[in-house]
């Protein structure tokens, strides 16, 4: 079964850094665009970061400067670097990976990261 399982996630204090993986299973990454996205509760689903299958990068105003997005597809795997994380940080990451020929779209359960003093 294709899946995507994201790790990392925890607790940090406001400045500190965290590493996110989002690894998949099922299916290789190498013609896949993957996103990281986040959700707080009462907030629109936001994206965060997006990795393209040839490596463009485009990332939120918010984030740029303090999250870089990554891609290992020999490991199948995408991490997303938080520097400098603040309290407004605090949410559900989630990965998303997709294709357009043939049409495919995968979602993580996402990892909660939570930055609080």
């Known amino acids: 079964q294709a899946q995507l399982v994201e790790s990392g996630g925890g607790l940090v204090q406001p400045g500190g850094s965290l590493r996110l993986s989002c690894t998949a299973s099922g299916f290789t990454l190498d013609y896949y665009n993957i996103g990281w996205f986040r959700q707080v509760p009462g907030k629109k689903h936001e994206a965060v970061s997006c990795i393209t299958w040839d490596g463009k990068i485009t990332s939120a105003d ?56």
């Not at 303090?66 to 994380?85: C, E, G, H, P």
């Not at 605090?90 to 003093?117: E, H, K, M």
Request: aromatic share 10%.
């Open 62 to 117: 918010s984030v740029k400067g303090r999250f870089t997005i990554s891609r290992d597809n020999a490991k199948t795997t995408v991490y997303l670097q938080m520097n400098s994380l603040k309290p407004e940080d605090t949410a559900v990451y989630c990965c998303n990976a997709q294709i357009s020929r043939p049409f495919s779209n995968y979602w993580g359960q996402g990892t909660q990261v939570t930055v609080a003093s």
